[in-house]
């Protein structure tokens, strides 16, 4: 596949439960979401919360714990989650789900339960292409040096550790911590900062090709809105930061050459409109994702599936 064929596919359905048309059809779903990235399954019956659990189980297995969180979700059931908890009118950039861990979940699952009024969609862009987009001489000095995410895990600013790391002791999270290359420092009480150096391209498990894979994007200041990039700094200073990226010697990211990766994330990116029911699948390695502001209620459950480390 090149890096401009579609993005996603639609598998469109007459009504019949969903499970059933993979149970059919799995072998074939399996390469389509391989091919392009993405599939989007429409016109099913879903049957809500355990329906969607089945569906994630019937095409990938069993559903992942959502562990090292870097976004406020509440648990819907079992491994099944609502999608972020940010506020409607905020964007979140363009993404690929947990490439900041030593591990992450290669199959994405995204359900609409409730479609927005206006917005709201699940935009997606070609990591195959994102990567081609890129400098040459940008991308070989993140291929060269890697990338760093700085977090920072406390009462008064970013999320607590303790939501992070799905524990209340201190020394199991230092624990995961060590066990997934992440190196933990406790800078007070209850304030815990970690640092992880990661590779920012990897290669796919199955395509063998070149993916852009990372959060240094994502987490970099400057691609918050502006005022809020400034009133953090301003409230917290840099080293306090909820989350900030580096190159993984710990230079500093040009904000320049954010800017220019984010132009590359959105020339890359594809849209679509939620319809009730709709079930979307993602390869996490070669698809990034975010999602608009909306209007409305929009309700999307999310589950994740297949842990990767490529």
Same mark, same amino acid.
């Given at each position: 596949?090149?890096?401009?064929?579609?993005?996603?596919?639609?598998?469109?359905?007459?009504?019949?439960?969903?499970?059933?048309? &993979?149970?059919? %059809?799995?072998?074939?779903l399996? %390469?389509?979401?391989?091919?392009?990235?993405? =599939?989007?399954?429409?016109?099913?019956?879903?049957?809500g919360? %355990?329906?969607?659990?089945?569906?994630?189980?019937?095409?990938?297995?069993?559903?992942?714990?959502?562990?090292?969180?870097?976004?406020?979700?509440?648990?819907?059931?079992?491994n099944?989650?609502?999608?972020?908890?940010?506020?409607?009118?905020?964007? &979140?950039?363009?993404?690929?789900?947990?490439?900041?861990?030593?591990?992450?979940?290669?199959?994405?699952?995204? !359900?609409?339960?409730?479609?927005?009024?206006?917005?709201?969609?699940?935009?997606?862009?070609?990591?195959?292409?994102?990567?081609?987009? =890129?400098?040459?001489? +940008?991308?070989?000095?993140?291929?060269?040096?890697?990338?760093? /995410?700085?977090?920072?895990?406390?009462?008064?600013?970013?999320?607590?550790?303790?939501?992070?790391?799905?524990?209340?002791?201190?020394?199991?999270?230092?624990?995961?911590?060590?066990?997934?290359?992440? /190196?933990?420092?406790?800078?007070?009480?209850? !304030?815990?900062?970690?640092?992880?150096?990661?590779?920012? +391209?990897?290669?796919?498990p /199955?395509?063998?090709?070149?993916?852009?894979?990372?959060? $240094?994007?994502?987490? !970099?200041?400057t691609?918050?809105?502006?005022?809020?990039?400034?009133?953090?700094?301003?409230?917290?200073?840099?080293?306090?930061?909820?989350?900030?990226?580096?190159?993984?010697?710990?230079?500093?990211?040009?904000?320049? /050459?954010?800017?220019?990766l984010?132009?590359?994330?959105? $020339?890359?990116?594809?849209?679509? %409109?939620?319809?009730?029911?709709?079930?979307?699948?993602?390869?996490?390695?070669?698809?990034?994702?975010?999602?608009?502001?909306?209007?409305?209620?929009?309700? =999307?459950?999310?589950?994740?599936?297949?842990?990767s480390?490529?």
């Open positions: 596949m090149t890096a401009t064929q579609a993005l996603s596919v639609l598998v469109e359905g007459d009504g019949e439960p969903v499970t059933d048309r &993979i149970r059919r %059809d799995r072998s074939r399996r %390469d389509l979401l391989t091919a392009h990235g993405a =599939i989007l399954l429409r016109g099913f019956e879903v049957g919360v %355990d329906g969607f659990d089945r569906t994630v189980r019937e095409l990938s297995g069993t559903p992942l714990t959502y562990s090292e969180r870097s976004s406020p979700r509440s648990v819907i059931k079992g099944v989650y609502t999608s972020t908890d940010y506020p409607p009118q905020e964007e &979140i950039f363009l993404h690929n789900e947990n490439s900041y861990q030593a591990a992450w979940p290669l199959t994405l699952y995204f !359900h609409c339960v409730e479609p927005p009024t206006s917005q709201g969609a699940t935009p997606l862009a070609s990591t195959r292409a994102v990567y081609a987009a =890129i400098d040459s001489s +940008v991308r070989e000095e993140f291929e060269r040096r890697g990338w760093m /995410v700085v977090r920072n895990y406390g009462d008064e600013f970013g999320m607590p550790w303790q939501e992070a790391f799905n524990t209340n002791d201190r020394a199991k999270a230092v624990e995961y911590c060590a066990g997934n290359g992440v /190196v933990a420092e406790w800078v007070g009480e209850n !304030h815990l900062r970690t640092r992880a150096v990661r590779a920012a +391209v990897h290669r796919h /199955v395509t063998k090709a070149p993916v852009w894979f990372n959060h $240094a994007t994502f987490f !970099h200041i691609t918050l809105p502006e005022e809020v990039g400034a009133g953090l700094l301003e409230m917290c200073g840099e080293e306090n930061l909820p989350s900030n990226t580096y190159y993984g010697d710990g230079g500093r990211i040009p904000d320049d /050459v954010a800017e220019h984010r132009t590359c994330y959105r $020339a890359a990116s594809v849209r679509f %409109d939620y319809r009730r029911d709709d079930v979307l699948v993602v390869d996490n390695m070669l698809a990034s994702h975010g999602r608009e502001p909306f209007t409305g209620p929009r309700r =999307i459950a999310v589950a994740m599936a297949e842990p480390n490529a």
